[in-house]
């Protein structure tokens, strides 16, 4: 669904909601539960000893590639 393209009332009309009164503390646990906290998950910091690997078989294409 392209949301950007709906009216601000179409949006909250498909999200169960309204502007006024918002969610009801039933329904943000009921999401909570569905869909999980509204963050995002950071990758692992790559180690130096890793960067440095692959720094070094980027100048060698085929032994990554495993041939």
């Given amino acids: ?6 009216k601000n009332e179409e949006v909250l009309k498909n999200l169960g909601t309204c502007r006024e009164k ?20 950071e990758k692992p910091k790559e180690g ?3 960067k440095l690997i692959n720094q070094e078989l980027k100048k060698y ?3 990554r590639e495993g041939r």
């Fill in 1 to 6: 669904m392209n949301w950007y393209k709906l």
């Fill in 22 to 41: 918002g969610l009801t503390d039933f329904e943000v646990q009921s999401r909570l539960e569905r869909y999980g906290t509204n963050e995002l998950k």
């Fill in 48 to 50: 130096f000893i890793s």
């Fill in 61 to 63: 294409p085929s032994i």
